[in-house]
């Protein structure tokens, strides 16, 4: 009882409240708990019974919060894969943020004299999902577009062909990339875990584990996250981290 009125105060004081139904803390109760089950990720405990969900601490470090702008926060105490994921998957939300609700003007503008462009940024994060959870992890061959690019001629073709392109050819592009690593990934747990070596290697013979490559993409969007913040405000202001 002390959980359900915990919650009942959390709901309440957020104006949560289950459409059409009168103001009782077992229905402010209720919609929390589904709203919590939507929205939340309980660590290796996940659950959708309602009791399970009803007597975690809102705050616990088994819970993953949504923040203002859609984001799911790593969680602060899980396993390593869990928060290695969790981390990556955060700054994957953060560049689809910045380059949320724009137009192909605005998919294209540039800071200065850079070249570097929020359409092209994700063209070339769809490029480097395929290229290390597909290409480098699985062994598999170029995917299309990338398997007909003259990368010779045009070492930047993913940056600069992104012009010719419409914001919701990139957005897909993007996006379908995201969801292929996401079940690379998977699979590559499921046969070896974290410490799995890649199917290919560098020139000089060393092979990045799975670890490794998670961890590099981490810094990878992270990098271009910071970017992006900077092209996303001369465009229309918008700023936050």
């Known amino acids: 009882m002390r959980s359900s009125l915990r919650l009942f105060r959390f709901a309440t004081s957020r104006g949560i409240r289950a459409q059409g139904a009168p103001r009782h803390r077992f229905d402010v109760l209720g919609q929390l708990i589904r709203q919590r089950r939507d929205l939340v990720s309980i660590g290796d405990q996940a659950s959708s019974d309602p009791l399970v969900l009803a007597t975690i601490p809102v705050f616990s470090p088994l819970v993953t919060h949504v923040d203002e702008q859609g ?4 969680p602060i105490a899980a396993d390593e894969t869990t928060t290695l994921l969790g981390f990556l998957d955060y700054q994957r939300e953060t560049l689809a943020w910045k380059c949320s609700g724009l137009d192909a003007a605005g998919l294209q503008a540039r800071v200065a004299v850079s070249s570097m462009t929020l359409g092209g940024m994700l063209k070339h994060m769809a490029f480097v999902e ?3 959870f ?4 699985h062994g598999h ?3 299309p577009p990338w398997d007909t690019v003259d990368w010779k001629a045009d070492p930047d073709w993913d940056w600069n062909s992104a012009v010719a392109d419409t914001p919701e050819q990139l ?3 993007w996006h379908n990339a995201v969801d292929r690593s996401r079940s690379f990934v998977t ?4 046969n070896g875990g974290l410490d799995q070596l890649a199917k290919r290697s560098w020139s000089n013979g060393e092979t ?3 670890r490794w ?3 590099h993409m981490i810094e990878e969007y992270a990098r271009h996250n910071g970017h992006a913040d900077l092209i996303r405000e001369s465009v229309d202001g918008l700023t936050g981290e």
């Open 71 to 74: 984001r799911t926060e790593p």
């Open 130 to 132: 395929d290229h290390w």
């Open 134 to 137: 597909a290409r480098f992890l």
């Open 141 to 143: 061959e170029g995917h």
């Open 171 to 173: 957005h897909e592009l």
């Open 187 to 190: 699979e590559a747990l499921a």
């Open 208 to 210: 990045p584990s799975l």
């Open 213 to 215: 490559i998670i961890c």
